[in-house]
């Protein structure tokens, strides 16, 4: 059964910085996406980035541009985990996340990703001071 949860969500002041992980299980790191989501209270969710590996590219990843250059996301294979490193956080950033995967997946890069089949129950990050 495929599953994605994540974790380390939390409070933080701007400026700081906060990792969350996205731990997949049901299916192994090759020929798939995951995606990084956000909602803010009273807002439509939004994509953050994704991350996927095929046969021409490993760990390809992808970002939108209001956190392009705060956000970085990478994949452990060993450990079936994804992470959004998340640094020079603002008061805007807050919202809940959420990491969905698209398995198997046969693109080239996860921006083409039209829909995510396997979508993990989020985590809070607040950034307050």
């Known amino acids: 059964q495929v599953q994605v949860v994540e974790s380390g969500g939390g409070l933080v002041q701007p400026g700081g910085s906060l990792r969350l992980s996205c731990e997949a299980s049901?299916?192994?790191?090759?020929?798939?996406?995951i995606g990084w989501f956000r909602q803010a209270p009273g807002k439509l969710r939004e994509g953050v980035g994704c991350?996927?590996?095929?046969?021409?590219?490993?760990?390809?990843?992808h970002y939108e541009d209001s956190v392009k250059g705060r956000f970085t996301i990478s994949g452990d294979d060993a450990k079936n985990t994804v992470y959004l490193q998340m640094d020079s956080l603002k008061f805007e950033d807050t919202a809940v996340y959420s990491c969905?995967?698209?398995?198997?997946?046969?693109?080239?890069?996860?921006?083409?990703?039209?829909?995510?089949?396997?979508w993990g129950q989020g985590t809070q990050v607040t950034v307050s001071s």
């Open positions: 049901g299916f192994t790191m090759d020929y798939f996406a």
């Open positions: 991350i996927s590996s095929s046969d021409v590219f490993t760990h390809l990843t």
């Open positions: 969905a995967a698209r398995y198997p997946w046969y693109g080239w890069n996860c921006s083409d990703v039209d829909e995510y089949n396997y």
